[in-house]
């Protein structure tokens, strides 16, 4: 029996995995873990690939056009998801959560949701941990540890200021011309921005390698990015769960879905029910301590129907908080005429922070010159027809970008996850998530949209009417708060600030499912980082 089975291979379980691995302890990872049908190794360009490959079409668009959004369906992400990156989202049937007014977004890919994101490292601040029961002094370590792992990148710039500096960091990448452009002209105006706005603009804190790390190679300005880079310089989890599977002490089962853990009356879990992930026939893993790593969504699902299958209950999990999003396409006036290059990094190359109300409220942005994307969706969203729209965007290409603007969020009792024992099959019950918006929410993001607006004004752009997106709740994919830390070892479904549940004397859980407050900033560079803090504080009181 390993002395730790962790479920999940996303960010948090891997680097949970590869800590206690180096502290000399045995683990076992529980995953579904879908892979790519194929993936594109040749080292050529975003350019060069489209006249190398036999079949392009069906590499960029899918054998069946599935990468494609078509006018009528629903509009999608800007950038659209390439047919390489469909098994990110492939879906598990026995999985399928009923929710209203939100939209989930997980995944069982091998190396979870990172496997399909933009990189972005940002580190929480003291102000924005401030709930969570230890101190940034606790988590600096961990974000140098996980830089060093796994290659980031940035610069001390004026962002410092809210997106703290730490050691383990690399040179940030080459802007491409469009960015490097808006950083220019934000620094010849920076006490404007600074004092009018409470903005701040910087290089992006990237996870993507400027020089060699192990087996992965540095960023050759491909224009792959969005498809899957052949030298690994964009960091996936999936590199780290390869490292682990090198170590001796570590077991590695795919293909299985983890339903339930069983427990005694003392509240020790004795054995974790799996099944395959393409089967019914189930069986029970013996555990020594179990390590929650699967998201918030699937790590609270699973303790749900534990005390279900245990007690008949159906319980509450209340605080569920889920970042929102808002897209802001402009047009850099300063950039129109100017050359397409796709030989750059292909997301966002700056972050912008702007000041809240409370130094916990910042609120994060990332902006985003437009390069080798899916073009079809945003030519889509142009109020004009295929061909004026296609025209447009053929001379304007350069000049395009748009501005992600991210809020933060805090536990609220109305929002939480629940099962429905009464929809489909009763031996799966389903995951049921209730979430809403509230009208300061919605206050706040007129009031942001105004600011942004006017800082892109004073950077030459212009906001593109008709074209800004606000997104449903849940679709950016960051959850937090069901099982939050506490000093109150009394309080029922919580966790200590150590990640130790209140509840189940060997169980620890590593994801944000424990976060007590839900920053704006994307919290994958936090999930590695405290997963490991947590393996080391397991470990050591074991």
């Not at 190396?111 to 606790?138: K, Q, R, T, V």
């Not at 004026?158 to 997106?163: F, G, P, R, T």
């Not at 966790?495 to 994958?524: H, M, Q, W």
Request: glycine share 8%.
């Amino acid at each position: 029996m390993a002395d730790f089975t962790v479920v999940g291979s996303g960010a948090s379980g891997v680097h949970f995995a590869l800590t206690a691995l180096e502290r000399g302890c045995s683990v076992e990872m529980i995953d579904v873990g879908w892979t790519p049908n194929s993936v594109a190794l040749t080292p050529d360009s975003f350019t060069k690939l489209k006249e190398t490959l036999a079949d392009p079409a069906d590499y960029f668009l899918g054998r069946n056009f599935e990468g494609v959004s078509m006018p009528d369906g629903n509009p999608g992400e800007f950038f659209g998801n390439p047919p390489s990156k469909e098994y990110v989202f492939r879906r598990l049937s026995r999985f399928e959560p009923y929710a209203e007014n939100f939209a989930p977004v997980y995944s069982f890919a091998r190396g979870g949701l990172a496997e399909a994101w933009n990189g972005g490292c940002y580190p929480l601040n003291e102000h924005e941990i401030e709930d969570f029961l230890f101190s940034y002094a606790e988590l600096e370590p961990y974000y140098a540890q996980v830089a060093n792992r796994i290659g980031i990148n940035g610069e001390k710039d004026d962002l410092a200021a809210s997106v703290p500096w730490h050691a383990g960091l690399q040179a940030p990448l080459r802007l491409d011309q469009h960015s490097a452009l808006l950083l220019s002209l934000y620094r010849s105006k920076r006490k404007t921005f600074q004092r009018r706005l409470g903005c701040r603009i910087g290089h992006g804190r990237l996870a993507v390698l400027g020089q060699d790390l192990g087996g992965r190679e540095s960023c050759d300005y491909l224009g792959r990015c969005l498809w899957g880079c052949p030298r690994q310089a964009l960091y996936t989890p999936s590199a780290t769960l390869r490292e682990c599977l090198t170590n001796p002490n570590f077991t590695y089962t795919d293909r299985h879905y983890v339903r339930y853990f069983r427990y005694n009356d003392s509240g020790r879990i004795e054995n974790l029910v799996v099944q395959p992930a393409e089967g019914r026939h189930h069986r029970e893993i013996p555990v020594n301590t179990l390590v929650l790593a699967a998201g918030t969504l699937g790590s609270s699902r699973i303790l749900l129907e534990s005390v279900f299958r245990e007690s008949g209950a159906v319980i509450r999990l209340p605080g569920l908080m889920a970042n929102r999003k808002i897209t802001v396409p402009y047009l850099n006036l300063l950039m129109i005429g100017k050359p397409f290059a796709a030989e750059s990094y292909q997301f966002h190359q700056l972050a912008m922070g702007l000041d809240g109300g409370r130094p916990k409220d910042y609120i994060h942005c990332l902006i985003t010159s437009l390069k080798t994307a899916m073009i079809h969706p945003i030519i889509d969203r142009f109020p004009f027809d295929l061909r004026t729209s296609s025209f447009l965007f053929r001379n304007l290409h350069a000049s395009l970008g748009f501005v992600d603007i991210h809020f933060h969020d805090t536990r609220r009792a109305q929002n939480y996850l629940t099962l429905d024992t009464t929809i489909g099959d009763p031996d799966y019950p389903r995951l049921k998530i209730c979430y809403s918006e509230t009208d300061d929410n919605t206050r706040e993001s007129d009031a942001v949209l105004k600011r942004i607006k006017n800082a892109l004004l004073r950077l030459g752009c212009l906001v593109i009417p008709g074209m800004t997106r606000w997104y449903p709740a849940g679709a950016v994919g960051q959850y937090a708060g069901t099982l939050p830390i506490t000093n109150n070892p009394a309080q029922q479904w919580t966790t200590n600030p150590d990640g130790r549940s209140n509840d189940f004397e060997n169980l620890c859980v590593a994801d944000a499912s424990t976060y007590p407050f839900l920053p704006a900033k994307n919290i994958a560079f936090t999930l590695m980082a405290n997963a490991s803090r947590v393996a080391d504080r397991v470990n050591y009181s074991e």
